[in-house]
C-alpha cells in the first residue's frame, strides 16, 4: 500500500481511501462507530502502520506516545465490544492466551520499545488524535511525516 511509504505523496484523505479499499471490514466498522474509529484509522496511515497484529502493535505506541489522544478516549476505545472481541480473534491467532503473553513479552514489547526509542521520540510534536482538520485531511503525508517528524518503519 502507498501509505506504508515514508515519502508517499498521497493525502491523508487518499492515504485513508487505500486503507479502506484494502480492508474493507475496517472502513465498515468505522462506519458503524464513527468518529473515533475514524481517527484510531488515520493514525494507521499517518503513521504508515497496516492492520496486521503487528502493524497494531506498532500502531499502539504512536498513539500512546506519539498523539495527544486523552485517557478518556483511550478508555472508551479499549472498551468497546467490537475491540475487545478484536482482541479475543487476535490472541487466538497468537496461539491462545498463554502463547500471546508469551509473545507479547518476548516479542512485541521489544519491538514495542524500539520504536519508542527510535521513532516516536524523535517526533517534532504531537499529532492531534482527535482534532484532525479538512486541511490536514488534504495535506500529503510525505509533508505532514516530515512537519511533525513521523519516520515510518523501514523493514516493510
Known amino acids: 500500500m502507498e501509505f506504508l511509504k515514508q515519502d508517499s505523496t498521497q493525502t491523508l484523505k487518499e492515504g485513508l481511501a487505500e486503507l479502506y479499499a484494502n480492508a474493507p471490514q475496517v472502513h465498515k466498522s468505522s462506519i458503524a462507530k464513527g468518529k473515533s474509529f475514524q481517527d484510531h484509522d488515520l493514525t494507521h496511515v499517518l503513521f504508515g502502520c497496516d492492520t496486521s497484529i503487528w502493524g497494531e502493535v506498532d500502531l499502539k505506541v504512536w498513539i500512546l506516545f506519539g498523539t ?89
Open 68 to 156: 495527544d489522544i486523552s485517557m478518556q478516549e483511550l478508555r472508551d476505545y479499549a472498551n468497546d465490544e467490537d475491540v475487545q472481541k478484536l482482541t479475543k480473534e487476535g490472541e487466538k491467532l497468537l496461539g491462545g492466551q498463554f502463547i500471546a503473553l508469551l509473545k507479547l513479552t518476548f516479542v512485541f514489547l521489544p519491538q514495542f520499545f524500539m520504536s519508542w526509542l527510535l521513532r516516536v521520540r524523535k517526533m517534532k510534536k504531537k499529532w492531534p488524535h482527535s482534532q484532525v482538520t479538512e486541511d490536514m485531511m488534504n495535506q500529503r503525508l510525505c509533508d505532514l511525516r516530515d512537519e511533525y517528524g513521523i519516520k515510518t518503519i523501514v523493514w516493510r
